[in-house]
């Protein structure tokens, strides 16, 4: 028994360390990552987390080169976030839970279906070490 609760302490603690790793060295524990991935060449983005504007950006045209990466510190629990380009035309929301380091990436896209009026896609993971948790 004493064992066990060794090796759990262990674990604990290395779980706790990596967090604050992540939490200290990238500036918070929620990470976004905004790139433009259309063929417009400069497009004007809005980002608001829990009604507060965050991001007020022009992001470039282009792929890995115009990634631009903003850390966030927040209070655990339920947020929302919603990105806005083109002045109000194109705008998407999404709610999350923040109790570890969170990695959110939002790409301004072409939609497949209108490739008139672009989009945005997000995807959002826990960071854990190298694994990615959904």
Do not use: C
Request: positive net charge.
């Amino acid at each position: 028994m004493k064992k066990a609760l060794k090796y759990l302490s262990i674990v604990l603690f290395a779980i706790l360390f990596h967090q604050l790793y992540w939490y200290f060295g990238q500036g918070g524990n929620l990470i976004v990552f905004v790139s433009n991935h259309t063929e417009e060449s400069l497009v004007d983005i809005s980002l608001y987390v829990d009604g507060e504007k965050k991001i007020n950006d022009k992001l470039e045209k282009g792929y890995l080169t115009s990634l631009k990466v903003f850390p966030f510190k927040l209070y655990p629990g339920k947020h929302h976030m919603k990105i806005i380009a083109k002045n109000g035309l194109i705008e998407k929301e999404f709610t999350f839970y923040s109790w570890l380091v969170r990695r959110v990436v939002i790409e301004y896209i072409e939609d497949d279906k209108n490739p008139e009026k672009p989009t945005f896609h997000i995807s959002s993971e826990y960071v854990y070490r190298n694994f990615v948790l959904e």
